[in-house]
């Protein structure tokens, strides 16, 4: 059994689940262990739509900030290589991951994780990127980018883009899915997996 909390100001002892005290207002419980309980609060109250949801939320955010680095920001054409790569990698563990987790928080912590892990790694191709741009070019020798709708000379110094207006949203959606694909596929992939080990 748990001892009754005790205001340090007034000396009022409140209940075991009081987390301010009834005479004066003032906190029984420190912010950071106030803070974890209701996080935990939140999480075990989560309903499978609502994960669902959040998890759509980040992947349009991530999917959002992949088409900015792809028609943007990147000066080598190889670089989505691994920008293709790290979004894919990612992905493919939560699909093949998901059904190993039993409870909502956990899907929803790996959900976190994974798409903390995709960001990360995608603003370290970028800074891979234009470290590469500074180390390989000057302004006699420009790095040529050319996809679909975009093209970019570039140098550490210079920089001559040619964009077509409106470009963002369809490679955004092209990234959105590709990252749907792939998650499907290592679901059905370790379902596939399970099915033949049984």
Known sequence: MSEKPVCHRCGYMGPEDALYCAHCGRALVPLGIRLTRSINLILSN????HIGFLGL???VAI???AAHLVVMELSFPLSLVP????IGCGYAYLGWQWN???TNRSRLVRILLVYVCIGLCLG???????????LLSDRSHMVVYEIPGVYRESSST???MSVESGILLPYGLVVMAYCVMIAIAGFLVHRASKRQSK
């Open 57 to 59: 939320v980040i992947s």
């Open 124 to 134: 370290a191709v970028w800074l891979v990127d234009r470290r590469l741009l500074s």
């Open 63 to 65: 999917s959002a900030f």
């Open 46 to 49: 989560l309903s499978p739509f």
């Open 100 to 102: 190993e987790l039993l």
């Open 83 to 86: 920008l293709a790569l790290v």
């Open 158 to 160: 210079i920089r001559h």
